[in-house]
């Protein structure tokens, strides 16, 4: 699990230098043909681009890392098949060779990214199903509940936020500010308890765990949203005080305009673009990332799929679920900045 | 003021109408009367053979062995009513008559051949367990099988989960598993990834139907979760409970809580090579007098287990056992330490004064592990012999114990889930086992497995395993600390449960709802 964090944040930062690279001037000779291109759509081009070449290297990355775990490949992968039993070496020798694991690793790695071409994940080495499936429906779940979560999260966050901002160290801001770290530091496990407990058990209004109607999605979504409220209000206070202090508001207030029009019309616009990536790397962090939550609520997301994978040694599922994780990174940010370009034309420039 | 109150006034009018809109729904609570809902840890995962010994089908009953255990571990009548042994190497196995497959395909010898052919082509494991030469159909009920040496415990190894008999259509034409047709008393209906597997009450059920028309399992892997959906009434029973609420059901007379001693065994196998100190018997005996298992029940299990002072589980009588139990010693432990040249000097075992140090290796993935590890290296320390734990993967772990570098590895292992004690003798401790990590080798131990397998019941066979438990009493190439107790809760409207003791049985054909 750690390692798989380590990557996502490395991954991370590769990003941002991504797009800083990008908003250092780098750009495509399109000005010389004779044809005008758009010049965004070609910037889009060139970041997906970087996005594809990203996602090779991460594959590759993890590829060769689960190779480098201790013990023999195939045998941990046998041993994993047999409750732990020891396989003896007969077996090995032909679960390798009927699993194709006697290949040099650049032609292992070959096949699969092939097969991943077609859209052939393979087949889990534990449900012998194929990963497609699986990872389709861990898909759909955890967008689910990022979307839910991360939508009742602004809904709350941002009003909240505001209001702090405009009353600063007032009473309201300060009872805001204790709930929001309340929101923030309380442990997602206990909560989650908690929460089961009382509209579980004493209410007994919804189910305490599973999936596939809406009832199940509270619970998580409220836990999750909780703890994303807290941390979304506080940014949205803080980046709007920091709005606020600057001189166009001192004039904007100077020429008459009363302070509720001059933080909704003014000073509000300029936080979006900083509240929109926050909210896209909290959203790919509800996306994979909340596998306590979803394994007190059997929800079956993707973060879960992951833990699952790694510990029952089932490879073609872990390399699925590292692409995919990447995969969604990129995917949110390329997103954001887009949305952020169409939302403030200055920035058309720099995506 | 007035917008803190309006906001006051916004959350609750949030709350109230969520609470509003979640009302709407059915009550989440009350289970189908003719339906018994099961919470499990594990996801059955019907679609596959591979996972977990395949055991959900034996635990489900949706297909059945040729010979059960009763709930003494006894082999009984399955699907063969009774088994001879024809030639030391040759068993007939007498099939029942009139029994249909949950497609309606009749079970007769051919079928059963097929099925454990195709279970020893597709499960690595099986062929070892079974040891199988050859089989042939020698009358349409009566199936031949000839074993690769002289081999007594056939019967009991085709009690065990992964040899349950599949009908034809459970494969492809490829030989491929699909899905499970077996001839138990439930049929295989429906299995939703990630939420449940249901199975329904199969009518040409060979033997006394069930009472209740359907079970689901559905998949709940917190053990706090699991739980709570017990209380809200969302699933009637349960198993693999945490201490803590073990403790709490048994005081609401709402719910019923069941609690046995079954297969399986917690012990620390010694690494009795030239890398670890261990390799002196005097010190193994001396650990094994030194660690009070009580303690390590109380300690790290909350009292969910039972002290464990010999290998097999007392309670079990068809388990062969040493003269004498191990028992705790101090006095026994120092002069065997002063023999093995150890000096105690304020306190701590040193000799040319250097300390005793036991590298102490288990693994996380079980729950339970660390903290019996954990007890077992305080209980050492107590007694002045200083430890280095270390906890890793199962993998990890094995990495290191394969090289000898241990001195003790604490581990988990079901050895009378087949009733027979062949099964761990034979495949953990004999010096030619492809498990023995341990540099352990008798060949007075090897001599008497050896010969065990191939006897029958008997007082030459009690006699032979009788001389091998003593040896490993006596060369004490491990500490055996807990055996294993198995703990569930149902609601109390569910009658008839009894936790079977090999631990792959739920049988719930025998269970009703009030």
Redesign the interface.
Known sequence: MEISCIILMQLHITCDINSNRARCGFEFPVHSARWKIDPMASRLAARIAHALVLLLAVSVAGFALLRL???DFAE?L??A?????????S?VA??ADTHGLNDPLPVQYLRWLGGLMQGDLGLS?????PII??IL?RIEQSLILAICALAVALLLAVP?GI?CAI?PDS??DR?AGIISVIGMSIPNFWYS?LL??L???AL??????????W?HA?LPTLVIATSITGVLSRFVRSSLLEELSKPYIRTARAKGGRRRRVVLHHAIPNIVPGLLTFSGLQFARIFDGMIIVE????W?GIGRYLVESL?N?DYPAIQACFLLIAASYILVNLVVDITISVYDPRTREIV | ?T??RK?LCTFAFATLA??AI??A?Q???ATEQDTLVVGTMWEA?P???????SRFFNESEILDTLVKLDYDLNTIPGLATSWERVSPTVWHFNLRENVVFHDGTKLDAGAVKYSLERVIALL??AA?LLNIKQMSVAEPLVLAIETNEPFAALPNQLTDAITGIYAKASFNDAGE?VKPVGTGPWKFEEY????RTIVTRFDGYWGEKPALSKVEY?????H??RT??L??G?VDFIDNMLPSDVARLSRDENFKVYSKPIAGLYYGAFNAGDKSPLSDVRLRQAVNALVDRDLIVKGALDGIGEPAWDFFGPQFGWAPKADAPFKLDTGLATSLLNDAGYEQNDGKWEKDGAPLTLRILSYS?RTEMPAITEALAALLNQNGIATDVQM?????M??LVKRGEYDISVVFWTPEMTGHPDLHLKSQFHSKA??NYQFWNNAGFDEAVDTGRTLSPGAEKDETYHRAMNILHDDAPIIPLVHKVSVGASAKDVEGYRIHPSGFFYDFKSVSKD
């Open positions: 775990m201790p013990g941990v046998l041993m098949q047999m409750d732990g039993t020891l396989p003896d070496a077996q032909r679960f080495l534990v449900t012998r199903e499936t699986d429906l909240i209001l009353y009473k309201i009872v308890l089961a407990l509209f579980s058990l007994g209004w919804l189910p305490t765990g599973g999936h596939g109607t009832q509270i394994t007190l609520f059997a079956p510990l040694r | 003021m917008i803190f906001t969520i609470g979640a009302t729904p009550k989440a609570a995962l679609l596959a053979m591979q996972p977990r010994r690595p494991y070892d598993f939703r990834k990630q939420d559905r998949f709940i892997p917190d706090n979760s709570l959906a209380e809200a969302e993935s890793y993967t199962w993998e990890g094995l990495d492809g498990l």
